[in-house]
């Protein structure tokens, strides 16, 4: 049962219970709707209370049910609010915790509320891409004001009940409770308080009016502006909010209907909503169950006090965990703790970090030069040089002193965590951990699964991570993982651009406007190009055959690594970001095209979108049916947390998606064609033809 009913004396009390968050699943409606039948029913009953069991009052819409034919089913939400509404009882909701999205609308439907100190209040729904549908945008502003109303609406983000009870002249709250735990006593007394005022208060019969009318919303279009630009939600969370001060309720009501359905529709909805069931299914691998039992891990040691190692070892420190810093010389460790220190330093300048958060962060911190400081630690992450050779002798070091059970993790980015492993007797325990640079700063960490690692070993990465606030992607063992490996087809085709008429620029502005955060040259400059460099070294010996552009060699070989040597594709300015074209590289990409005999043609932005993006996405293909990948929405949140892809495409393959696969598969088609491409990369993999085929999408 998703909800309960119980009588205490003249009043009936409705329970939501539904865990986690009490969402408004249809059984829970159902619920409501047969609890608010008997109370007016029982004569005994004076008063009706509604409230929500555990952890919430209620979250709002049930996110198992999304997009099934149950999240619409009648009692929608809708109908569950109107026979509250229309209860010749009484209705009183009891809030506490949370109260968002749906549940705060059913209690906007209540006669009364009376909130617990420290709730949650949100209508989140603009993060989805869309608007309150039950009412939230007609009804909020009738209790809190226009003004109050429409930043809730259009942030998306939580507000504590008891600032918003200080509001003058709110009648959101009727009454707020002396405590948490005092909440369901004063409801209880509250309803008998009111059980016999008549006419029954409903907020839909409120005024709603803002003195500054259409000033007002003039300037908060503006504002919302930049929330906009990629978003078509924000703008008409204030065309709807206004039409709550111009328009009888029940028209609003239908106007709130109308934008809801069509936001649902929007690309930009559907790719928020992808992310959102994305980004929980990341966690799930298939193989796992939920209930595997997990080691303890209370203390981390990270091998190498470098870029990576540093940044690694604050992730820990954040979240409270010790940790033990190894290095091979003591001036090594002294660089590396200075740079946690004067990261951390910058966020207190910047009020982002309170000094004692600081001290205590610093104080979990310890640094060694032996192994055999290490064999208390429960985990260990590796961040050394990227050379086998060195990972060898720290793993075989390692295998000697942790103890068992022990997890050793590796954040190589390039190397075979199945080769690591076997330097150690205990390749069950070993697992890659690949973080993002900066590595105390990007969400997006690469679980890499070995042969041989254990199943607890991978449920307990998995919790590491969320206790760290990353999103875990798991992938297969291969070369580049999942982001690395689609990265370097992505890189192949800018250079083809260049060599086929682009600049550097002309590629990165229309990669911008499609919406990634950098386009290729930006991001390779950022990255380091000496990086991509030794890469395609590696490539020309093993794969001969394969066709590169060699221009971005031209480059390095001038020294434009990038940003850290303040030249790459682009000139930088000491301590800036902006990247300034430069001649000299748009003269050599000219040069090296007339080596090769091509006459330059102009590329539409549209081809270079395509031509980048589907190389993603053929790639992804590749892995997700070679089970590099478990499953494409995990590619998805791979692009979106770790490379800067634009949320509001939901990922590349939620993008190929959109656009069809039949399309996607022509287009591979046409760039085959193309001699100055390479045809065989342009191949649909088997999967991605399969599916193209049959009508079918990746997610
Ligand atoms: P780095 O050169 O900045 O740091 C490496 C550190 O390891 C140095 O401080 C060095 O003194 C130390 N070290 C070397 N050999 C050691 C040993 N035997 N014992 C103890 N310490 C030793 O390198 P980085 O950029 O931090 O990269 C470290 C690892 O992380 C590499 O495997 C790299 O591929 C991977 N990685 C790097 C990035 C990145 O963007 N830099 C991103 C993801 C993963």
Known sequence: MTTQYQVHGDIAVITLNNPPVNGLGLATRQGIAEGMAQANADAVVKAIVITGAGKAFSGGADIKEFGSPKAVQEPNLLSVISVLENSAKPVVAAIHTVAMGGGLELALGCHYRIAAPGTSIALPEVKLGFIPGAGGTQRLPRVLGAEAALNIIVSGEPIKAEMLAMLPGQKLFDKMSASAESLAEEALAYARSVADVRPLPLIRNLPCKHPQGDAYFQFARNMVKGMSKNFPAPAKCVDIVEIATQKKFDDGMAAEREIFMNLMLTAESKALRHLFLAERAASKIPDVPADTAQRTINSIAVIGAGTMGGGIAMNFLNAGIPVKMLEMKQEALD?????IRKNYE???????????????????????LSYDDLTGTDMVIEAVFEEIGVKEAVFKELDR????????????STLDVDKIASFTKRPQDVVGLHFFSPANVMKLLEVVRGKATAIDVMATVMSVAKKIRKTAVVSGVCDGFIGNRMIEQYGRQGGFLLDEGCTPAQVDKAMEKFG??????RMGDLAGNDIGWAIRKRRYQEKPNMKYSKTADLLCEKGRFGQKVGKGWYDYVEGKRDAIPNAEVVTMIEEHRKALGITPRKISDEEIVQRLVFSLVNEAAHILEEGIANKASDIDIVYIFGYGFPAHRGGPMNYADQVGLFNVVQAMNRFALNPLDDATFWKPAPLLAKLAAEGKSFN
């Open 335 to 339: 660089r590396g703790v200075a740079t």
């Open 346 to 368: 910058a966020q207190v300048k910047k009020g982002k970090l309170k000094q004692d958060k600081y001290d205590q962060r610093m104080a979990l911190l310890t640094t060694t």
């Open 401 to 412: 002193v942790m103890k068992p059970g022990a997890i050793l993790a590796s954040n190589t």
């Open 516 to 521: 990634m955060a950098m386009g290729p040259f």
